[in-house]
């Protein structure tokens, strides 16, 4: 079992940069992908960013170039810094942890509004 808690969220004007970070704990070692999901409102659930065990990352079309994810091993941190916010960012951001199979964990979510 993993345990995931987001932080960082926040209002910010668009153009504005915040950092989300996402502490797991628990089975870590069992951790093979991380990433972070968003749900606009209104809207479903979508992949913002993606990163592997082994350093690969992966990020949606709207963020690229302006999201960058990042993990800090030594603190079992998965970090999402987004640069030059558009409104069109709002939305609810998720962490989420999978082992490569069946296993996956989520975190509680964080908002991020970005205002005009």
């Known amino acids: 079992q993993v345990q995931l808690v987001e932080s960082g969220g926040g209002l910010v004007q668009a153009g504005g940069s915040l950092r989300l970070s996402c502490a797991a704990s628990?089975?870590?070692?069992?951790?093979?992908?991380f990433g972070w999901y968003r749900q606009p409102p209104g809207k479903q659930r979508e992949l913002v960013a993606t990163l592997s065990s082994g350093g690969h990352t992966n990020y949606a079309d709207a963020v690229k170039g302006r999201f960058t994810i990042s993990r800090v091993s030594a603190k079992n941190t998965v970090d999402l810094q987004m640069n030059s916010l558009k409104p069109e960012d709002t939305a609810v951001y998720y962490c989420?942890?999978?082992?490569?199979?069946?296993?996956?964990?989520w975190g509680q979510g964080t908002q991020v509004t970005v205002s005009t």
């Open positions: 989420k942890v999978s082992n490569g199979l069946a296993y996956a964990a």
């Open positions: 628990g089975s870590t070692f069992a951790i093979k992908t």
